[in-house]
């Protein structure tokens, strides 16, 4: 459009000023001067070609005869050349601008110059050549066009002061024939300058205009906008848009007209021109997002006005929190509360208003209780009354603090929160037996026993314990049990009983009865045993499950200790042809009942054992008893072999007793020689064993039997051993074991660090290093406790190595939390035991060990042991599955890990079963089944609340799931809120770090500029 109107007198009369030579032309010039009138025609192509072939005519040699037409060819072929865009044009119009002596010429040329690269637009240097052209030998019109263009260059190089006082001389001569184009262009100036007085004026006069009209409108508009001429403004624009004229800022000017019915409050007229305007802007400002969002608001276009709020939940202002507050507001009137939550979370972590952002944090603290994020409900709403104390919601939320207490599986920072209150409220005490019963249970869960058996105490002295009280019998019936205390077991198991409840869980009659019958088995009450076990089955199928199994086969044992062998004997076949897991047990036992009257038959079951069953962990038993029936029956050297059975297989525990009576074997076969040799390995490899001390005084006997009395006194010396405790280091050990007998710790402990620290070596070293130890785990100094364990453990097998290393384990594991100490420890133990329930333990804790330190293989191959092992509990059950699953998911089987995790979850509530549900989640999320994360990833935060690892990865996941989804609103708000409120700093970082980048990949797909 502008092109035009500057572009329309480019080639007016130029000949002004070249047309009026100072001789007189004769018909000699004829040539010449029809190269003039071409000129004069603006016929330049024409006059091109004749202006080359006059050069030829009047050659540089010729010039001082010819000079004044010579100097009119050189001009005009310079000239023509630039009119007719020639490449070369530039190059000779500089060259003759620098070399003509004559003024008026260069300044010709330079005008000339400066047009040609006007209209190429490179106003830079056409304003140069304008300002070399001068005035002197321009005309009126030429001298007209020299303003223009130069202010139009200025205007272009936005150098606006250079433009606007030559504007300006212009735009006040309605003569002018650039009168309306310097209106227009000084109009721009004027409004870039905020003199919206003179833009005005000047926009006036080409308002009608049909080259500027298009444009102007918008900018009258606006201007009586900014001098707060609102309604002429409205009248103004309103006229603009009826008109129906082709306006370049139509659609701003409908903004500026919508805005304008926005501030008036006119909702349903501003609608229609801000969604115009936003439907066909691919960015708007959020000012004019929320004006958009307001209207539909307002107008109850509830879907459009939520889809506008949600892209403003970037903004921290005033706007950005009453959108979030307007948001929540219509998520909850379509029962979307999920996204009310995180809406009302933007607006409470704004304080712009602090009205809005008190009702924001209320809400949104109920909304996480009503949508089961009892984590965060806990911690809003106990934030909301700290800091809004006596407020209008205070009953409510008081009320709901209480609900949340009572139905929370988050029993961890319920019982913290619960024992915050000074006076807790009737119906919070009404709560509490629940909350520590359900504490109680997670530590049960993690194998912190003694810190569930204080909570179990708790419950049984609360007047209100109610319904929990007898399942809290029940679980501190199994804590006795445990710890070998099997009265205080018979006592509440049978407590448990006599309530008659329903089964919960492991909490059942079946499990009470088993607990019960056990601890009248320990206290090797058989008759008592034997009634409670036959009241879990008389009976025995392959279908029986693993309780009843076990309880029939200790039913058979119940009869064997009471001798009636053939009832016991009959029920140990019974097993063996239902082919249970037991039954090389079963067939064990029938050979001890054989040996009762025949050794003979008994060796042959006990040889049987080891054909049918190769695999059982009872061989080397086998073994072991064999070879004591021979001694008895005085075929010492058919023993041997036997007992080098065991010394040659990886059964350690039994091999100090294998040495023994392998020893004994020969010095009852009077081979003194070979029985030296074998205690004297005994004594070699198994130190601190009890069977080297019985040894000790054999080879002593032996010694002494051959007048040999100095040959042993230098072998004790040779093994480190004293031959006599001196009467100071007795004095001492009694005064230290007086006072741990009185069970005064305080006391002890310094009396058994100076016996060790007086005899390193002393006889009763061992003894003492192991009270020490008891001593500080009572007193929870964990870091000595395992000193003293580990030295007992390192000392090799002796009469408190099992004990010693399976609480160096525990404690590695569950206290100081050295994992790889930890699996040492049950290594160990798992190698050296002879003890089932320890061999348990042992495994146990190598699971957990493995699977901690990421050694999934390891983990997995404990785990399927474990599994075969009998007795194993549902804990021992979930850590398997979950050691299982994350074997799979290591190695890329997402299916099959799925599958392992669910069967882990299904049964484990604990830090396993949280651990299972996010891996759970994590594996559907990485199979794309977003549907089936989120549900899991929520299972997570609903059922798990107490384990904050869990918690706290799972809330991280749901954000990885929005964001797949491209719901950033809510990735945003979970991402926010885990990085505002993690107690875990790693996973706060991970957080904020994947909350910066939904901001980005926001930002460019936003309608937001």
């Known amino acids: 459009m502008h092109k035009l109107i500057l572009m329309c007198w480019a080639f007016f009369a130029i000949t002004h000023a070249i047309a009026q030579p100072t001789h007189t032309v004769t018909d000699n010039e004829k040539e010449y001067k029809k190269l003039k009138d071409f000129i004069a025609r603006e016929d330049y192509a024409f006059a091109y070609t004749l202006v080359k072939e006059l050069k030829a005519q009047y050659p540089e040699n010729d010039a001082s005869d010819f000079t004044y037409i010579h100097d009119d060819i050189n001009y005009y072929y310079v000239l023509c050349a630039l009119k007719l865009m020639q490449p070369s044009a530039v190059e000779q119009a500089e060259d003759y601008i620098a070399r003509i002596n004559n003024e008026p010429r260069r300044q010709q040329m330079s005008f000339h110059l400066a047009h040609y690269y006007f209209l190429n637009k490179e106003y830079a240097k056409a304003v140069y050549y304008f300002n070399q052209s001068g005035v002197e030998s321009l005309g009126n019109e030429q001298i007209a066009d020299v303003k223009f263009e130069k202010a139009y260059a200025y205007f272009n190089l936005k150098q606006f002061e250079e433009a606007k006082p030559l504007f300006n001389e212009i735009h006040q001569l309605p003569s002018h024939k650039y009168y309306l184009p310097a209106n227009y262009y000084y109009g721009f100036i004027a409004y870039y300058d905020k003199e919206y007085e003179e833009a005005l004026k000047a926009f006036k006069v080409v308002e009608t205009n049909p080259e500027y009209k298009g444009v102007v409108m918008y900018y009258i508009t606006e201007i009586y906008y900014f001098r707060g001429e609102k309604e002429e403004a409205l009248s103004y624009g309103e006229a603009a848009l009826a008109s129906h004229e082709v306006l370049y800022y139509d659609k701003q000017l409908k903004l500026l007209i919508g805005q304008l019915y926005f501030e008036k409050k006119n909702y349903e007229k501003a609608l229609p021109l801000l969604e115009d305007y936003v439907n066909n802007t691919s960015k708007v400002s959020k000012e004019v997002l929320y004006e958009l969002s307001y209207c539909y608001y307002m107008q109850n276009q509830d879907a459009k006005a939520i889809e506008g709020f949600k892209q403003l939940s970037n903004e921290k202002d005033s706007m950005g929190q009453n959108s979030m507050y307007l948001l929540g507001g219509l998520y909850l009137k379509t029962n979307q509360k999920e996204n009310a939550r995180n809406a009302f979370q933007y607006s409470a972590y704004n304080s712009s208003n602090g009205r809005q952002q008190q009702i924001s944090r209320f809400t949104y603290a109920k909304l996480s209780y009503e949508l089961g994020y009892q984590d965060v409900a806990l911690k809003e709403m106990q934030s909301y009354l700290t800091d809004y104390p006596g407020s209008s919601y205070d009953t409510e939320a008081k009320e709901i603090l209480v609900n949340l207490l009572t139905n929370s599986n988050n029993f961890k920072e319920a019982l913290g ?51 929990v009280l007898p399942y ?33 869980g492991e909490a059942n009659n079946n499990t009470a009865r088993y607990n019960l019958a056990y601890s009248w088995f320990q206290k090797e009450n058989y008759t008592e045993a034997k009634n409670n076990f036959e009241l879990i089955t008389k009976s025995v199928s392959a279908s029986s499950g693993s309780i009843e199994q076990d309880a029939y086969l200790r039913t058979a044992d119940c009869y064997f200790m009471l001798r009636n062998f053939s009832q016991a004997s009959a029920m140990y076949d019974k097993v063996m042809q ?38 059982s962990n009872l061989i080397q038993d086998a073994n072991m008893e064999i070879a004591q029936t021979y001694i008895a029956d005085e075929k010492f050297s058919d023993a041997v072999p036997y007992l080098d059975k065991i010394l040659l297989s990886t059964n350690e525990g039994l091999k100090p007793k294998a040495l023994l009576r392998k020893g004994l074997a020969y010095y009852n076969s009077n081979n003194n020689r070979e029985a030296l040799s074998s205690y004297q390995e005994l004594i070699k490899k198994y130190p601190q064993s009890t069977e ?86 009572a007193k929870n100094d964990w870091a000595n406790a395992v000193k003293g364990y580990a030295y007992l453990n390192a000392a090799g097998l002796n009469k408190y190595y099992e004990n010693a290393t399976l609480e160096a384990g525990r404690i590695s594991y569950f206290e100081l939390k050295d994992y790889s100490a930890a699996k040492k420890y049950f290594q160990d133990l798992q190698k050296n035991t002879v003890n089932q329930d320890n061999l348990l333990e042992a495994l146990r804790g190598l699971v957990r060990s493995y699977y901690l330190l990421k050694e999934y293989t390891q983990a997995n191959e404990a785990a399927k042991e474990l599994l075969a092992k009998k007795g194993i509990n549902t804990d021992d059950k979930s850590i398997a599955y979950l050691v299982l699953g994350k074997s799979q998911q290591e190695s890329g089987d997402c299916t099959a890990a799925i599958t392992s995790f669910k069967s882990a979850a299904q049964i484990n509530k604990s830090a396993w079963g949280a651990e299972a549900r996010y891996e759970l989640a994590n594996c559907q999320f990485t199979t794309a089944n977003y549907k089936a994360a989120e549900k899991s990833a929520m299972a997570v935060i609903k059922e798990t609340g107490s384990y904050d690892l869990w918690v706290t990865k799972a809330y991280i996941l749901l954000g990885d799931i929005f964001m797949k989804q491209k719901d950033y609103f809510n990735a945003k708000a979970t991402f926010e809120s885990v990085y505002k409120n993690a107690a875990i700093q790693d996973l706060r970082d991970e957080a904020k770090r994947k909350l910066d980048n939904a901001f980005e990949v926001e930002k460019q797909e936003s309608k937001i500029n």
């Not at 204080?454 to 609360?462: C, E, M």
């Open 417 to 467: 929160l619960y024992e915050s209150f000074p006076k807790p409220t009737a119906g919070m005490q009404k709560a509490d037996p629940r909350i520590l019963y359900g504490r109680a249970i997670e530590f049960i869960n993690d194998q912190q026993l003694n810190k569930a058996d204080v909570l179990f105490t708790k419950i049984l002295s609360l007047p209100n314990a109610g319904p």
């Open 472 to 504: 809290a019998n029940y679980w501190k019936g199994e804590i006795a049990y445990r710890s070998g205390q099997f009265d205080a077991a018979i006592r509440y198991s049978n407590a448990f009983l006599q309530a008659q409840v329903p089964a919960q």
């Open 578 to 615: 239902a082919a249970l897991p037991q039954s090389d047990y079963a067939l064990y036992q029938k050979a001890l009942i054989a040996g009762i009257k025949s050794g003979t038959e008994k060796i042959k079951l006990l040889n049987s054992l080891q054909k049918q069953y190769s695999a």
């Open 692 to 777: 080297a001390d019985e040894a000790l005084t054999i080879i002593k006997d032996i010694y002494v039997e051959e007048g040999k009395p100095n040959d042993y006194v230098q072998l004790m010396k040779q093994m480190g051993k004293t031959v006599s405790a001196t009467e100071a280091e007795e004095l001492n050990y009694k005064a230290a074991l007086q006072k741990y007998t009185a069970g005064n710790c305080d006391a002890s402990i310094p009396a058994l660090s100076n016996y060790i620290a007086a005899y390193p070596q002393g006889l009763h070293i061992l003894e003492i290093y192991f009270y020490r130890s008891e001593c500080y785990r």
